[in-house]
């Protein structure tokens, strides 16, 4: 955590340390900081959010309230919408009920974390699949999307802290916890999740709450 912030706040100084140092700096030049250091900001407090959801989660104190997996799916793929349009991405959706009892605040961020790693790690045109429903025995969330191809044993380590597979993303935006908090939240509900690369590309993975 200590090496992941330091580069935004490195980030933010030399942005600083630059502009200080000119003799008479512009507005544009100005504003121009003022937008890199907002970027770092706003990558440090997502990271700090991440950091405190992942610790709860950890901790295993969870409140319980009957929660939709459906709706916190819409919700998801309604936050990401400016991004899917942006990848012009094809989101395949098919959301019954699987409604289960659990952390609602925990279950939607796991949620949103799933759907925003399938949009983040696509690729532009593809594709994202994604399914709700339940059973006499459990309710299940299922997402697969396109992207670049994933060996097989690298997946797993996916799902680690700060974690990333540089190959697959091409990009590194993300603060590298968003499928550890999903491993966390699932294992707190004593839930499973599996992932599985596939021969095209991307990831597919299940989630499967059990009732009770």
């Known amino acids: 955590a200590s090496h992941e912030l330091r580069t935004p706040l490195t980030v933010m100084r030399t942005a600083i340390d630059v502009t200080l140092a000119k003799p008479s700096p512009t507005a544009r030049q100005l504003t121009d900081t003022a937008v890199r250091v907002r970027r770092s900001i706003d990558r440090a407090e997502s990271m700090v959010e991440a950091l405190l959801t992942l610790a ?15 709706t916190w799916a819409e919700d998801a793929i309604d936050a990401a919408a400016p991004e899917i349009e942006r990848l012009d991405l094809h989101v395949d959706a098919s959301l019954d009920p699987a409604e289960t009892a659990g952390d609602p605040q925990l279950l939607e961020r796991m949620i949103w974390n799933l759907v925003d790693n399938a949009v983040r790690h696509n690729e532009p045109g593809g594709w994202i699949r994604l399914r709700t429903g ?42 590298g916890l968003g499928l550890s908090i999903a491993r966390s939240v699932v ?18 993975i299940s989630v499967v709450i059990p009732r009770g």
Do not use: C, M, W
């Not at 104190?61 to 929660?67: A, V």
């Not at 309710?139 to 380590?157: H, K």
């Open 56 to 70: 709860v989660s950890d901790q295993g104190k969870l409140s319980t309230e009957f929660s939709d997996l459906a």
């Open 134 to 175: 339940g059973s006499d025995t459990g309710v299940y969330l299922e997402i697969a999307n396109s992207g670049p191809f994933i060996p097989d044993d690298a997946v797993p380590s996916l799902f680690e802290p700060f974690r990333r597979v540089e190959a697959r993303t091409g990009v590194r935006d993300g603060v």
């Open 187 to 204: 294992t707190a509900h004593r839930a499973t999740v599996t992932a599985r690369s596939q021969p095209a590309g991307g990831l597919d």
